[in-house]
């Protein structure tokens, strides 16, 4: 799409997306010709069994991988091979052990070519939001994997990118704080981002991958499921509950008839 007219910042979309792996331990195609078209300040969830190919879709939006047929955009500007367009937080939160706490935050933003008095001027104005007040000057070693995921997502927030990756945030968390974080992901998303009512409210878009049903529910606009590999959307579920969604939402019976109607879709 190289060449295509920009659309709305924040704006994803893959066509005919096909990548292979054709050798190694484990070859074959880990996604095959995929369509996704993604409204800007949107979340979506991506949700499908191991190995299906949600993290490669995240990796080629990255700008890390070169598909072997099709195309990805972000704004209407192709990314493949082309890092940058997107703030992508992988599975582990990789944070430096020689950098503290704040220097950590503006990693991303430094490489971006945000200033680093600007980059940190901006993270100390978000610190409290993300719940960080008092501990930038600390190293990663002395933090709970819990704020270690906070360092990471405020990491990925001030990276200057309209599209947000999130492959499995809080796969590593136990199930308190893995709730605890999806509450609070949501609300730092609204009140940092914009009002969180999706396309025109001021929110950056995100598209976030996970294998946890309730989370997909709780965060997403629409989950997109996708087959086993090689990987293919099987089916796209608008998710319409209001914002800010609580976590005894997953009780109510509409939520529990969305996730019965999802499991089934994973055959589970």
Do not use: Y
Request: proline share 8%.
């Amino acid at each position: 799409m190289t060449g295509a007219v920009p659309g709305p910042p924040g704006t994803v979309e893959v066509a005919g997306l096909t990548v292979a792996w054709p050798s190694g331990d484990d070859p074959g195609t880990a996604v095959d010709g995929i369509d996704l078209a993604v409204e800007a300040g949107s979340i979506v969830s991506i949700v499908g069994p191991s190995g299906c190919g949600k993290s490669t879709l995240l990796r080629v939006l990255a700008g890390l991988l070169v598909p072997d047929a099709g195309t990805a955009s972000v704004d209407g500007i192709d990314v493949a091979g082309a890092p940058g367009s997107c703030a992508w937080l992988p599975q582990r939160d990789n944070l430096l052990p020689w950098r503290r706490v704040l220097g950590n935050a503006t990693l991303g933003a430094e490489v971006g070519g945000v200033p680093r008095a600007q980059a940190e001027a901006e993270a100390r104005h978000l610190l409290s939001r993300f719940g960080l007040a008092g501990v930038e000057d600390a190293w990663p070693t002395e933090l709970s994997g819990g704020m270690r995921q906070r360092v990471a997502v405020l990491r990925t927030f001030l990276t200057p990118a309209p599209v947000l990756l999130l492959d499995e945030p809080f796969g590593a968390l136990d199930a308190l704080t893995r709730r605890q974080m999806q509450a609070w992901l949501q609300e730092v998303w609204m009140a940092v981002d914009g009002s969180g009512t999706g396309a025109g409210g001021g929110a950056r878009t995100v598209l976030l991958v996970t294998h946890d049903v309730e989370e997909a529910l709780l965060l997403g606009d629409r989950v997109v499921v996708m087959s086993p590999r090689p990987g293919r959307f099987t089916a796209d579920v608008p998710v319409t509950f209001a914002r800010p969604r609580p976590p005894d939402l997953v009780a109510a019976p509409e939520f529990v008839a969305l996730r019965s109607e999802l499991l089934g879709l994973l055959g589970a």
